[in-house]
Every structure is written in structure tokens, then in C-alpha cells.
């Protein structure tokens, strides 16, 4: 169990450019999830990837907001356009199965600042 | 909507003392009440659970007791040590895989 990895660590970015985060789920997990976390919160659900498909979403994915998970291994969360309110931690997690029956494995997250 | 809220921190605490973290909830229904944790450095991992009212989840001397009349599920712990540091985050679940997390309660144990 090598963990939940999130890549880059830091990402410090214009407002408007584009910007796109990897997370490499534990690899026998075929569930895996995206949360944001600003300073002084705690994680908020972005989405969920049931293997390659993604079954939810939040409606704080707006449409400049997407993610992948081709295969069904790694995942990608793409930010078009980004604004000053995107900066915050991107966390991702999985399981091997859902939120009701396994602990989620989190990731270190991946702090995007938007200057 | 659902929420949690979690007591302010930061908490301060001497080695061995009496820790207790509040949380309460707002949700309709019964959710699956979780407490995380975050080490330094590390990310959220599952601390304990409770998934109806009355339950009580513990974990490495932590407990906690799901509430339903006072919709609270505190922390306790009877004698926090310095590795106990940590920000300790509140949850509920009712479905649709998305954990409702609180705002976190940073703890800092001093020897």
C-alpha cells in the first residue's frame, strides 16, 4: 500500500490560465473522489469515480471544472480559466469500495494559489 | 442542507489531560456520523464511525457516541499524548458517496 498520491504538491498559477492536477489512487481502489479545502474549512465534495465512470458531481463544479479518470486508474481534475477563488487545497481519496462500508485514503493534496 | 459543526480551536492541552472535541450535525434522516484525522504532514485518515444512533465508534483510546436526541457526536479521549497532534475533522454521510465534512479543530498537546 503505497497511498494515495497527488501531483504536483504546489502549484502557483495566473488568473486565466489553465491548470491540471494527478492523483494516483491506491491501486486495488476502484473508487476515488475529488474534495477542495480552503484555509480554515474542511474538505468539500467536488466528485466521485466509480472505476472509469464519474457518478457525481457538486454543483461547486462549475463548467470551467473537469475531471477524468481514463481506465479507471489515475485521475485527472482540469481548472479552465481559473479564477482567484479557485486557490485551495485539491484533495483526492479512494476506497475499495463505498463511503458506507471503507475509510476513505486521502491524498496530501495538491494547493493551487491563483495570483 | 446537511452540516456539521465542530467546537473552535485551537485546542491546547497538556500531556495526559482530559480531551473533549464538540460536534453537532444538521441533517434530516439518519446519517453515518465519522470522525478524520489529519498528522502532520499526512493526509485524512479515518479515526472511528458510528452508523446509527446510540453506537459507539473508538478507536486508539478515542471514542465518540452518536447522539440522535442532541444530533452530537463528541470526541473523547481519557489521556491525550504529544502524538495525539493533529486537526480532527467532523463528519456525516447519507448517501451519493460524499462525505459532509465540519471546519476541523486543530489539537496541540504540549509534554
Known amino acids: 500500500d503505497t497511498g494515495v498520491s497527488q501531483d504536483p504538491r504546489h502549484k502557483i498559477t495566473k488568473r486565466g490560465q489553465n491548470v491540471t492536477f494527478r492523483c494516483d489512487p491506491i491501486?486495488?481502489?476502484?473508487?476515488l473522489y475529488w474534495y477542495r479545502q480552503t484555509l480554515g474549512q474542511g474538505p468539500e465534495f467536488l466528485t466521485y469515480?466509480?472505476?472509469?465512470?464519474?457518478?457525481?458531481k457538486s454543483r461547486l463544479l462549475s463548467d470551467r471544472f473537469s475531471a477524468e479518470r481514463p481506465k479507471g486508474s489515475f485521475s485527472t481534475l482540469e481548472i479552465q480559466r481559473t479564477e482567484q477563488g479557485d486557490s485551495a487545497m485539491y484533495l483526492c481519496?479512494?476506497?475499495?469500495?463505498?463511503?458506507?462500508?471503507?475509510?476513505?485514503?486521502f491524498g496530501n493534496g495538491t494547493r493551487l494559489t491563483v495570483t | 442542507g446537511d452540516s456539521v459543526t465542530q467546537m473552535e480551536g485551537p485546542v491546547t492541552l497538556s500531556e495526559e489531560a482530559f480531551l473533549t472535541i464538540n460536534c453537532t450535525y444538521t441533517a434530516t434522516g439518519y446519517p453515518s456520523l465519522f470522525w478524520y484525522v489529519q498528522y502532520p504532514g499526512e493526509g485524512l485518515q479515518l479515526l472511528l464511525k458510528?452508523?446509527?444512533?446510540?453506537d459507539k465508534g473508538s478507536n486508539k483510546g478515542f471514542e465518540a457516541t452518536y447522539r440522535k436526541e442532541t444530533t452530537s457526536f463528541h470526541l473523547e479521549k481519557g489521556s491525550v499524548q504529544v502524538s495525539d497532534s493533529a486537526v480532527y475533522f467532523c463528519a456525516l454521510y447519507k448517501g451519493a458517496q460524499k462525505l459532509v465534512f465540519g471546519q476541523g479543530t486543530r489539537l496541540t498537546i504540549n509534554p
Open positions: 491501486s486495488e481502489h476502484n473508487r
Open positions: 458510528a452508523t446509527k444512533a446510540d
Open positions: 469515480f466509480q472505476n472509469e465512470a464519474q457518478l457525481e
Open positions: 481519496a479512494s476506497s475499495p469500495s463505498g463511503v458506507w462500508d471503507s475509510p476513505l485514503h
